[in-house]
């Protein structure tokens, strides 16, 4: 695995071995951010939920992210980030939190910035994308205009968006789907 695009295009990532840890695929981040755009990238501040890797996240930097927060609850995962950010060099324009998102979102709470951009990718078919999309439609986290990312499998059924968001986009790759949504006053 690797940076695709940007500043640091072509550095490779660690990973680990196994399905404990899916990393999004080369070929679905290059699409994700062929239909973002420069425009929703640059200066963004990034919120990476169930980062993984960080790969996303770290993808969005070297495209011109200003600054990103990743999230997971497993400390193999946030070791493998930290991992990784060291290797990129993206410490200083990164926080990490190990939190349980599935618990709520309060540690976004101290984040200073609302976020322009988010990554979501949980596991797949265990019902965590709509209760997610609701704390992050509720907590206050997210500016008017920003978009979030949902990673989840082509047969898993989001159902209607919170209010404040609406769907715009829904692409299937293989295995894996992708919707977005547009954050909006409720």
Known sequence: MRIIGGTLRGRKLATVRGSAIRPTADRVREALFNILGVRAVTASHVLDLFAGTGAMGMEALSRGARQAVFVDRSAAAIALLRRNLAICRLEACSRVIQWNIAQNLNPLRAYPRTFDLVFMDPPYGQGLIAP???????????????V????????????APPPGLTRIDFRRYGRTAVTLFLVHEP
């Open 132 to 146: 997610c999309l609701e704390r992050l439609a509720a907590c206050g986290a997210l500016a008017t205009g920003a």
């Open 148 to 159: 979030i990312v949902v990673e989840h499998s082509p047969d898993e059924a989001l159902g």
